[in-house]
């Protein structure tokens, strides 16, 4: 079975730096889907960014990158430029090859931002 | 666009009373899911529907069930609800396409005393 482990519980960064949130899983599929999303307060979840396995590219979404390193399993989020509004939780998610059969998604527990003025 | 959608947003109940949580979403989407949020244990699946009129058990079903009622809704509930299902209940739904990202409705935060 999958799992997906972000082993940092909080983050702090100041305004206007660079953090990095960590994520790793495990796998014994080739071809797979990652996701960070961000919960702010309002409690709402919003995808911040994707990543399909079989992509080399890391994928970017303005201030928010991704390092996806396929063989170690490891799929950090970069947040440069850091702003207020970044505070919130952040978790990360792993799904399945749709032709797996599984419609499931793994998350991981969460990574708390706070972001210091 | 409403997108998902879920009612209540908040709701308390007594140990062994019931009640159905409702999601709607109007995107035509195939798959909903509901999800439990507790503190430090990330979203945990309760039940999914791949398609209208399929269901299946998620991570943690026991103490719910669930109802496709149509393409657009899918309830989910507790017949007899106990304290350790104190929690924010999530309902999020995902449609065709290769991007395979879940869209989220706003939460339920359920107490059972």
């Known amino acids: 079975a999958q799992t997906v482990t972000q082993s940092q519980p909080e983050m702090s960064v100041q305004e206007a730096e660079t953090v990095t949130l960590s994520c790793t899983y495990d796998t014994s599929e080739s071809d797979y889907y990652l996701f960070w999303y961000k919960q702010p307060p309002s409690r709402q979840m919003i995808l911040v960014i994707r990543q399909e396995a079989y992509k080399q590219q890391n994928a970017t979404e303005n201030r928010f990158s991704v390092n996806f390193q396929k063989a170690a399993k490891s799929f950090s989020l970069k947040i440069s430029d850091s702003q207020l509004g970044d505070a919130a939780m952040y978790f990360c998610a792993y799904r399945s090859n749709p032709f797996s059969g599984t419609y499931k998604y793994i998350f991981g527990t969460g990574t708390r931002l706070k972001v210091l003025a | 666009n409403a997108g998902v959608t879920q009612t209540p947003k908040f709701q308390v109940l007594k140990t062994g009373q019931s009640m159905t949580l409702q999601c709607a979403q109007d995107?035509?989407?195939?798959?909903m899911y509901w999800y439990r949020q507790d503190p430090g244990m990330g979203l945990r699946l309760i039940y999914y529907s791949a398609s209208e009129g399929t269901t299946d058990k998620g991570e943690v079903p026991n103490g719910y069930n669930v109802s496709r009622l149509n393409k657009r809704e899918f309830s989910l509930r507790l017949e007899s609800a106990a304290p350790s299902q104190t929690s924010v209940y999530f309902c999020a739904s995902r449609g065709q396409g290769n991007t395979y990202e879940q869209y989220f409705g706003p939460g339920t935060r359920l107490t059972v005393t």
């Open positions: 995107m035509n989407h195939n798959s």
